[in-house]
């Protein structure tokens, strides 16, 4: 019988040839398989480990050797703090996006400073309601819309409305783009597809659902009709944000400002200095 250091050595040399985060990799995948938190794992490495779960594990290692992601190995990725289920059917949560939520929170509260009643906020492209569940919880008197045109992506998204309690405080809507809305919003949060699906990493392509990654030829498909559509489903002094691409800024600025001539249209930067979110704030 194999021990936890055994198994974790063997595969810290097996995953080193093909993932920057094999170490970290590992561990999660055996702490998975064994139900312990990760720190139980590294205090107790002399712990045996049944031959059923090591021939799993060695199954695991396989398969992220060849690129399927860590997230949809074990199940769940962690967000904005919180733990979100995760399969195939959904992208897996990126951190960059937590610099998108932390934008549309402050905006949230900005809009509640100024008038009474709670808020109506429509998440787009929901996928796994990540963005959704965590405005959800932080702005507790907030009313959300999680908007998918996949109906798998829906059902994950159901599945962690209801594993954070928010089964009755998120509306799910299944459709394209703003046109499940069925009236103006204060606020539209969107982290929609916008890579150029030829130009995607390659086990990204392998494992991650195409819907939720193609942007067309310039990556900008979605952003135009977002454009189009958001003026007819703002509320005034609304605020339109998006998750954008690093080398998207300027064109989708451009996208805003034609759409919305006299809002204040704004890029922001992520943690690594490069364009990720903009921000569209309409006039009262």
């Not at 959300?144 to 954070?164: C, M, Q, T, W, Y």
């Not at 919003?185 to 995607?200: C, G, H, K, Q, R």
């Not at 922001?268 to 569209?280: N, P, S």
């Amino acid at each position: 019988m194999s021990t936890v250091a055994i198994l974790l050595r063997d595969a810290y040399t097996r995953l080193a040839q093909t993932s920057a985060t094999g170490r970290l990799d590992a561990e999660l995948m055996l702490a998975h398989l064994l139900g312990w938190p990760r720190a139980r794992l590294l205090a107790e490495r002399d712990h045996p480990v049944p031959d059923a779960v090591s021939a799993t594990f060695a199954g695991l290692v396989v398969r992220r050797i060849n690129g399927e992601p860590v997230a949809y190995l074990v199940g769940h990725k962690e967000f904005y703090g919180l733990d979100f289920g995760v399969d195939r059917r959904v992208l897996v949560p990126r951190p960059e996006t937590e610099r998108l939520v932390e934008l549309a929170l402050a905006a949230a509260r900005r809009i509640a400073a100024g008038r009474g009643g709670p808020l109506h906020i429509a998440d787009i492209g929901t996928g796994s309601g990540a963005i959704a569940v965590a405005l959800a919880i932080h702005l507790p008197n907030a009313l959300v819309d999680a908007v998918d045109i996949s109906p798998e992506a829906l059902e994950v998204a159901r599945a962690n409305l209801a594993r954070h309690g928010l089964a009755g405080r998120v509306r799910l809507l299944l459709g394209d783009l703003l046109g499940p809305l069925d009236a103006p919003v204060d606020m539209i949060v969107s982290n929609p597809p916008y890579t150029i699906l030829a130009e995607v990493e390659p086990n990204v392509y392998a494992h991650e659902p195409h819907l939720a990654l193609e942007g067309g030829p310039d990556g900008a498909d979605l952003y135009r009709r977002l454009c189009a559509e958001a003026p007819a489903k703002l509320q005034p002094g609304g605020t339109l944000l998006c998750e954008i691409g690093a080398w998207q800024g300027e064109l989708v600025a451009a996208l805003a400002r034609a759409a919305f001539p006299a809002a204040e249209v704004q890029l922001f930067q992520d943690i690594a200095g490069r364009d990720r979110v903009l921000r569209v704030i309409t006039p009262a």
